[in-house]
């Protein structure tokens, strides 16, 4: 596997080499953005108050504290299983023009289909590793949306080298998480019948 840095804003010919399974750490803007906010845009026509072309989205419910300035400080990012968004995906990457979307777990087909008509990517963040992932942030810069609530709030980072992020859909569209499937699939009834040999004493 690969590891490659990408910067925003990301441009096509900075993704289109990219495969699944190679490993990305983002530089620059990322902004925290989940169901509601995915909502308002698609469902209820609200522009988005922050530019996401050639930028970065990561599915989030974030904790954050406010200092004693009014400044804000990140302190625990984990991704949120961006299934969730699945519906709503590929029209936020049409509208919106952002090349690359971080949670946890896969996509479906819909978010594989935008990601190669709009050559965008989708990324997993490691589950489990939220408070070592805000140690990436070096700032907070805006939040938009705030009436949502700090999880569904618009947080607009600058991060440096945020990552591992492993590429999950490529810009052809690819899915590891679907070629997976098939592949374990094809090996499940050879395991199960090895396995029913070594335990099948058990009644």
């Known amino acids: ?3 490659h840095i990408l910067t925003t804003p990301v441009r096509d010919e900075d993704i289109s080499s990219l495969n699944v399974g190679d490993i ?3 530089t620059g803007i990322l ?3 989940r169901d509601v906010a995915h ?3 698609i469902e209820q026509g609200r522009e988005l108050p922050v530019d996401l072309e050639g930028g970065a989205i990561l599915h989030a419910g974030p904790i954050v504290r406010q200092k004693e300035d009014s400044s804000y400080e990140m302190i ?3 991704p949120t299983t961006s299934m969730r968004m699945e519906k709503f995906e590929k029209e936020f990457i049409a509208q919106t023009g952002v090349k690359l979307v971080i949670g946890k ?3 479906g087909s819909q978010t594989q289909e935008a990601c190669k ?3 965008a990517l989708h990324l997993v963040y490691p589950a489990g590793n939220a408070v070592f992932a805000a140690t990436k942030v070096k700032r907070i810069l805006d939040a938009q949306w705030t009436d949502l609530g700090m999880p569904e709030t618009l947080w607009v980072c600058e991060v440096e080298e945020f990552g591992p992020l492993i590429v999950s ?3 052809l569209g690819r899915n590891v998480f679907e070629e997976n499937k098939i592949r374990y699939n094809s090996r499940k009834e050879a395991v199960y019948q090895r396995i029913i040999k070594e335990v099948g004493f058990i009644e």
């Open 1 to 3: 596997m690969k590891k």
């Open 39 to 41: 909502r308002r845009l």
């Open 24 to 26: 990305v750490y983002l």
């Open 117 to 119: 008509e709009h050559k």
């Open 76 to 78: 625990s990012i984990g």
């Open 31 to 33: 902004v925290t953005c």
């Open 169 to 171: 859909i490529d810009s």
């Open 105 to 107: 777990g896969g996509m």
